[in-house]
T-cell receptor
């Protein structure tokens, strides 16, 4: 069974600092990978996704992620954090032949300090 | 274009009652997915439906839970005889064609509290 691990359930950065949220997946075949953001009491919004095209994926709000097959990673980054980035971030995976459901990591809560 | 709609947004039930959660997918989407988010946890897949068909219910508890997506109207997730452990946020997502590469668009969720 595939799984997704997000290292660090809580990450705190200063406004203007680099944001790095880690995601590793376990899969015997290249997966499809997604990052979603969840603001308090709201649903999930797609930030970006990897579907076997370019390994560096750019998303909304200045976020990007790089698919590294050798490291089975799909870390999310943003060069400069804004206060409005404070939210919970979820990494998720789907496999070509694994059904159409998303398997989510446990989430990382990002806090941005002024 | 309206997004995925869920109602009610908040639902309070006493143990033993029934809970009905509704999901209207985005216009043009015929594939619906239900996920559950327990407190302080990530989302877990429950069931995947297409109009009038259950495609995958591998994440659904075997008892008390059922789901449907009729030809007309919203998808319904039904929980009978609720227990405190059912307290969670239930999210619905939709996609147009059911392809693996597709984005699933999420609704705002229904937060169920069982007293």
């Amino acid at each position: 069974a595939q799984s997704v691990t997000q290292l660090g359930s809580h990450v705190s950065v200063s406004e203007g600092a680099l944001v790095l949220l880690r995601c590793n997946y376990s899969s015997s075949v290249p997966p499809y990978l997604f990052w979603y953001v969840q603001y308090p009491n709201q649903g999930l919004q797609l930030l970006l996704k990897y579907t076997s095209a370019a390994t560096l994926v750019k998303g909304i709000n200045g976020f990007e992620a790089e698919f590294k097959k050798s490291e089975t990673s799909f870390h999310l980054t943003k060069p400069s954090a804004h206060m409005s980035d404070a939210a919970e971030y979820f990494c998720a995976v789907k496999r070509e032949w694994g059904g159409n459901m998303l398997t989510f990591g446990g989430g990382t809560r990002l806090m941005v300090k002024p | 274009n309206a997004g995925v709609m869920q109602n009610p947004r908040h639902l309070v039930r006493r143990r033993g009652q029934e809970a009905r959660l509704r999901c209207s997918p985005m216009k043009g989407h015929s594939h619906v997915y239900w996920y559950r988010q327990l407190p302080e946890e990530g989302l877990k897949f429950m069931v995947y439906l297409q109009k009038e068909n259950i495609i995958d219910e591998s994440g659904m508890p075997k008892e008390r839970f059922s789901a449907e997506f009729p030809k007309e109207g919203p998808s319904i997730l039904r929980i009978q005889q609720v227990v405190r452990g059912d307290s969670a946020a239930y999210f619905c997502a939709s996609s147009p064609y059911g392809q693996v590469k597709e984005t699933q668009y999420f609704g705002p969720g229904t937060r169920l509290l069982v007293l």
